[in-house]
């Protein structure tokens, strides 16, 4: 039963376009949202968070916006560098801190 | 540098084996939280422990255990190796009010 997912395995962005990523959620309980950046063999970064309240959270080049009533949040990252080519993991706290399996983030030169 | 600390980094042992794992959590961070990456998965939760309680549980298997302690340390204790626990270990904390988790380097464990 996989509370938290992420549909899309990989995606591959233009350096300086908008880079979309995407979670699905199906548990109404979840009060809080997170993203996580992470690189082979280091651990989870944290990126940014939104409280279940709020319907967008913003923090430089990254905003996550959360859609309740779809169940549904996503993290924009605009503009797309190199450096933000990594695995990203969005994650849901209710009791505990569920996570997705990661979307593959390309940025192609 | 997330102030998790985990140690060792690194550990290669054979099946049917007991290792330990252990956690250092940030300064001032209650909760200290266990997760499971197996090759090319996501991040299984294991088991958060608050303040010396145990919290909440995940998938963790009956040859897995884990404890926190006073000064707020958190190990993970793995038994009866198989081939099949080879993973990265993870542990994360947060603060007493709850948000984000802070994760550590992760401990790469293969057993042969």
């Known amino acids: 039963d996989q509370q938290v997912k992420q549909n899309s395995p990989s995606l591959s962005v233009q350096e300086g376009r908008i880079s979309i990523l995407n979670c699905d959620y199906t548990?109404?309980?979840?009060?809080?949202f997170l993203w996580y950046k992470k690189y082979p063999a280091e651990g989870p970064t944290f990126l940014i968070s939104?409280?279940?309240?709020?319907d967008k959270n913003e923090d430089g080049r990254f905003t996550v916006f959360l859609n309740k009533s779809a169940k549904h949040l996503s993290l924009h990252i605009v503009p797309s560098q190199p450096g933000d080519s990594a695995v990203y993991f969005c994650a849901a706290r209710g009791d505990k801190i569920i996570f997705g399996k990661g979307t593959r983030l390309h940025i192609l030169p | 540098d997330s102030g998790v600390t985990q140690t060792p980094k690194h550990l290669i042992t054979a099946t049917g084996q007991r290792v330990t794992l252990r956690c250092s959590p940030r300064?001032?961070?209650?909760?200290v939280y266990w997760y499971q990456q197996s090759l090319d998965q996501g991040l299984q939760f294991l088991i958060q422990?608050?303040?010396?309680?145990?919290?909440a549980k995940g998938n963790i298997l009956e040859r897995f255990s884990a404890q926190q302690f006073p000064d707020l340390h958190s190990e993970l204790n793995l038994s009866s190796l198989e081939l099949g626990d080879s993973a990265l270990y993870f542990c994360?904390?947060?603060?007493?009010?709850?948000?984000?988790?802070?994760f550590g380097q992760g401990t790469r464990l293969t057993v042969v």
């Open positions: 422990y608050y303040n010396g309680e145990e919290r």
């Open positions: 994360a904390s947060s603060p007493p009010r709850g948000g984000e988790a802070f």
């Open positions: 548990n109404s309980m979840f009060d809080y």
């Open positions: 300064s001032g961070d209650l909760s």
């Open positions: 939104i409280s279940s309240i709020k």
